[in-house]
């Protein structure tokens, strides 16, 4: 068996064959803080070739649901939160809690929901120009599916954040078919109950 040539590997751009220093994730989110405000608080830690990982604080401030064809993997740093999922024709509240990891199958429709000071990491996988996946908003009052946009997401910090506004904004987009309800703009995430059942609480409620 011969061994690998260097020059046998792809090529790989400079800025990629240097591996980074390690990162103190609760340090580098006071670094940061500024940057990651609602509605999703999110911000790339590492953007790379395969694959990219976000850190995301709370409170976010959101009612979406992402659907895409691969999977994700959450791993909670700091504070419990809920992650939302579409199942079986319902909406279902799985509560992550600190030091816990979640992974979400592909086609399966979540939405992260996290209180003050929480601080999750996501790692997913970067998709190829050209693939479709969804951002979905379901009826706050009846669950129904209100609006399901599609697009090809190069960059999903930029992106989600102007979909949601593109919503929000558009009362011919956020009105429910079923019931009637206007679907806003939602408030950031004030506290979450965990028992005796999930309650999410916003600011103003």
């Known amino acids: 068996m011969t061994a690998t040539s260097t020059t046998d590997l792809p090529t790989t751009p400079p800025e990629r064959t ?4 390690p990162i103190n994730i609760l340090k580098w989110v006071e670094e940061h803080r500024d940057e990651l405000k609602p509605p999703v608080g999110n911000k790339y830690l590492y953007d790379g070739d ?9 409170p976010n401030a ?10 994700e993997y959450f791993y909670q740093v700091k504070g419990d939160i809920v992650v939302r999922i579409q199942e079986d024709g319902a909406i279902k509240d799985i509560p ?3 030091g816990e990891t979640f992974f979400i199958p592909s ?4 939405s992260p929901t996290r209180g003050p000071g929480s601080i999750g990491v996501v790692v997913e996988l970067r998709r190829p ?9 379901y009826c706050g009052q009846c669950d129904t599916l209100v609006y399901d946009k599609k697009f090809d ?5 930029k992106h989600f954040a102007q979909s949601m506004e593109d919503f929000w904004s558009d009362p011919e987009l956020n009105k429910c078919p079923k019931c009637g309800h206007q679907n806003y703009r939602p408030t950031p995430i004030k506290e979450i109950i965990f028992e005796p059942e999930v309650k999410i609480i916003r ?3």
């Open 62 to 71: 959101r009612n979406d649901f992402h659907v895409t064809n691969s999977e």
């Open 153 to 157: 997401c190069d960059d999903i910090v």
């Open 96 to 98: 992550v809690c600190e």
């Open 18 to 21: 240097r591996c980074m220093p």
């Open 107 to 110: 086609g399966v429709p979540h």
């Open 50 to 58: 395969g694959f990219f990982v976000m850190v995301i604080a709370g």
């Open 203 to 205: 600011e103003g409620d």
């Open 129 to 137: 120009a050209g693939v479709i996946e969804h951002q979905q908003f």
